[in-house]
């Protein structure tokens, strides 16, 4: 099993700016991806931003730019750092955790831009 607890969400002004992170534990195996999707209200949940522990990474065209997706291997921890953020990227943010035996989700942190 393996637990994801994130931190950092909460209200934000638009073009202000916001570092989510998210700790993994349990039975962690090295060859594993890690991100963050989001889900607003009335909508699909779409993926953010991914980090392979290869140290490739993927963002929504949506993002490029402004989030940056980085890793502590130490920590086993994940952070989004997002920037010039917009009304529109106001949604619960959700870490995952994709590795061998299944995909796990974190509880989710509110990310609210507005003014």
């Known amino acids: 099993q393996v637990q994801l607890v994130e931190s950092g969400g909460g209200l934000v002004q638009p073009g202000g700016s916001l570092r989510l992170s998210c700790a993994a534990s349990?039975?962690?195996?090295?060859?594993?991806?890690m991100g963050w999707s989001r889900q607003a209200p009335g909508k699909q949940r779409e993926l953010v931003a991914s980090s392979e522990n290869t140290g490739h990474t993927k963002y929504a065209d949506s993002v490029k730019g402004r989030f940056t997706i980085s890793r502590d291997a130490s920590k086993d921890t994940v952070y989004l750092q997002m920037n010039s953020l917009k009304p529109e990227d106001t949604a619960v943010y959700y870490c995952f955790r994709q590795q061998d035996l299944g995909d796990y989700w974190g509880q989710g942190t509110q990310v609210t831009v507005s003014s």
């Open positions: 349990g039975t962690l195996f090295s060859i594993n991806t």
